[in-house]
C-alpha cells in the first residue's frame, strides 16, 4: 500500500489494510514518526512524541492481528492526542507552564478507549494555553502553523491536532472543544471536525476549560473517520453504531439557513462557498429554508461569562500563588473575572438554558442548521484584529462567533471542508443538528462529502519553513 496517497490516508482504508495485512502497523507507525520529524520544525504540532511506546504498541498490534486477535478499525491506527487528555506515564502539559511536569497515574476514560482498541499514540500535540484561546499563539510552546500556509494560524485551541492530521503525521487526533475548539482549527486547516452533544462523551481525566461548555470530539480527514472514532468514545461505547449506521442521503431533508447572525460579518470567499455548499446539498434533495433564532447576539457575552467564571473556579489557587506563569492572555482575562458576582454567572447560566430551548424550538422544524464555521480564512500570525468595513473585532471573538452558538446548546455540531478562498485556504461548512442526532449530521455531511472533492485534497508542504 503507498501510505504517500494522501485520499487513501484514513481509519477505513488504513485499517482494511492491516486487516488484510497489505500494510503493517510498524510500517504505518514509523511512516507517521517519520512525518513528525520532518514537518514538526516547519509546523510546531507536537509538544511530545512518544516515539518508544508507539513503536511498543504498533510491534503489539501487528502480532495481535497477524494470531486473529482483530479489535476493530483503530487496531494498529497511530493518533495523536491534544495534550489536554489524562495520559498514564507521560506528561499532560494542557499547553502551559504551570503542568509541564505533570504526569498522570491513570488515562482518561476515553483515552483507555482508544488504547484498549488497539489505538497507537504517537504523541501530545499543542494547543493555546489551557485551551483558553481560539489562535493557538502559545507563548511557552510556540505557535502551531497553519500546515496550508505557515505564515498563518492553525487556529485553536486544538491547533496542534488539526495540523497533524492535515499532514499525515497520525490519522486522527482526539481535540476539545468548549467555544470552539475542534471545529475552529478543523475548517482552518482543511479537516472534518466533530463537537458531540454535550454528555455524549466523558470529560473524566481532561483538564476542564469550562465544565458547563467542554465537549470532547475527534478531528479527521473523513466523515467516516469521525464516526468510526465516535463510536468508540460516545458514553455508551458500541451501543450506538454510528459508523455503520451512516447513509449518505440528503433526499428530504430540511436543512435551516439562518437569516441573521450566521452569515453576517463573513469574507465574500467564505460566504460563497459557504452558499456553494447548500446548493449542492438543495441539488442532492435536500430542502433549504430560512430561519431565524433570537437573541443570538448575545452569545458572546453568555459563553465568555461562563468559560471564565469557571476557569477560574479551577485555576484560581495557581493564580494566587505564581500568576508569572501563565500567558498574558489568560492571566489578564481571568483576572479581571474576580470581580465578578454570582449573580452574574447565575443569570448567564439562566440566560443560556433559555438560549438552548430557542436553538431546540428552531430545530423542531428542520433537521440541522447550516452555516460557515469560521468566518475568514485563516489569518496571520501577526493578527490582532479583524477588519469589517469600517469596524474591527478581535480575532478571538470573530473566530468564535459561529461555533459558540453550539457550545451554549450543547447540540452535535460539525465542521466539513467546502472550498478553498483565492488564497488557497480552506474553507469550512458547519452543521448544527438535534440533540443526539449526531447520525444526522454525519449522514448529511457525508452525502456532500461523497459529492465534492475537498476532503480528498491535503498540503504538500517542503521539509524546511
Not at 439562518?258 to 456553494?276: G, Q, T
Not at 494566587?320 to 448567564?348: C, F, H, N, S, V
Not at 478571538?396 to 462567533?401: H, V
Not at 460539525?414 to 458547519?430: D, N
Request: aromatic share 6%; net charge positive; hydrophobic share 40%.
Amino acid at each position: 500500500m503507498e501510505l504517500e496517497n494522501n485520499a487513501d490516508f484514513t481509519i477505513a482504508q488504513l485499517s482494511a489494510a492491516l486487516r488484510r495485512r497489505r500494510v503493517t502497523s510498524v510500517d504505518l507507525t514509523e511512516y507517521c514518526l517519520d512525518q513528525i520529524e520532518r514537518l514538526q520544525p516547519r509546523l510546531n504540532a507536537f509538544i511530545s512524541v512518544t516515539r518508544t511506546g508507539a513503536m511498543q504498541a504498533a510491534r503489539r498490534a501487528d502480532r495481535e492481528i497477524r494470531r486473529g486477535d482483530y479489535r476493530g478499525p483503530l487496531h494498529g491506527v497511530p493518533m495523536s492526542l491534544k495534550d489536554l487528555f489524562w495520559t498514564k506515564g507521560t506528561a499532560t502539559s494542557a499547553g502551559s507552564k504551570i503542568l509541564r511536569r505533570f504526569v498522570p497515574k491513570v488515562n482518561a476514560a476515553v483515552v483507555d478507549r482508544l488504547l484498549e482498541n488497539g489505538a497507537v499514540l504517537l504523541g501530545k500535540t499543542n494547543l493555546h494555553e489551557f485551551a483558553f484561546g481560539a489562535t493557538n499563539m502559545n507563548p511557552h510552546y510556540g505557535p502551531v502553523r497553519n500546515p496550508w500556509d505557515s505564515a498563518r494560524i492553525s487556529g485553536g485551541s486544538s491547533g496542534g491536532s488539526a495540523a497533524a492530521v492535515a499532514c499525515g503525521l497520525g490519522v486522527y487526533s482526539l481535540g476539545t472543544d468548549t467555544g470552539g475548539s475542534i471545529r475552529i482549527p478543523a475548517a482552518a486547516c482543511g479537516c472534518v471536525g466533530l463537537k458531540p452533544t454535550f454528555g455524549l462523551v466523558p470529560l473524566a481525566g481532561v483538564v476542564p476549560l469550562s465544565r458547563s461548555l467542554d465537549h470532547v470530539g475527534p478531528i479527521c480527514r473523513s466523515v467516516e473517520d469521525a464516526a468510526i472514532v465516535l463510536d468508540y468514545v460516545a458514553g455508551e461505547p458500541r451501543r450506538t453504531r454510528y459508523a455503520a449506521s451512516l447513509s449518505p442521503r440528503l433526499q428530504g431533508l430540511r436543512i435551516g439557513i439562518p437569516k441573521d447572525y450566521f452569515f453576517e460579518r463573513l469574507e465574500p470567499d467564505v460566504r460563497a462557498k459557504v452558499v456553494e455548499a447548500a446548493l449542492e446539498m438543495e441539488r442532492a434533495g435536500a430542502r433549504l429554508k430560512d430561519v431565524s433564532i433570537g437573541g443570538m447576539k448575545e452569545t458572546a457575552d453568555l459563553a465568555g461569562t461562563i468559560t471564565v467564571a469557571e476557569a477560574l473556579a479551577f485555576h484560581r489557587r495557581w493564580l494566587d500563588r505564581k500568576p508569572q506563569l501563565y500567558g498574558e492572555d489568560i492571566r489578564i482575562r481571568m483576572q479581571d473575572a474576580r470581580a465578578m458576582t454570582a449573580l452574574a454567572y447565575l443569570t448567564a447560566v439562566e440566560r443560556c438554558r433559555a438560549y438552548a430551548a430557542r436553538m431546540e424550538s428552531v430545530l423542531q422544524d428542520a433537521d440541522m442548521l447550516l452555516a460557515p464555521s469560521i468566518p475568514v480564512g485563516a489569518p496571520l500570525i501577526e493578527t490582532t484584529e479583524i477588519p469589517w468595513g469600517r469596524a474591527r473585532e478581535d480575532i478571538r471573538l470573530s473566530l468564535l462567533r459561529l461555533t459558540r452558538p453550539a457550545n451554549l446548546s450543547g447540540l452535535p455540531a460539525l465542521t466539513v471542508p467546502c472550498g478553498f478562498t483565492r488564497s488557497r485556504l480552506p474553507v469550512g461548512l458547519q452543521l448544527i443538528g438535534r440533540r443526539r442526532h449526531e447520525h444526522t449530521i454525519l449522514n448529511a455531511a457525508l452525502a456532500y462529502e461523497l459529492r465534492t472533492p475537498w476532503h480528498e485534497q491535503f498540503p504538500q508542504l517542503p521539509v524546511h519553513p
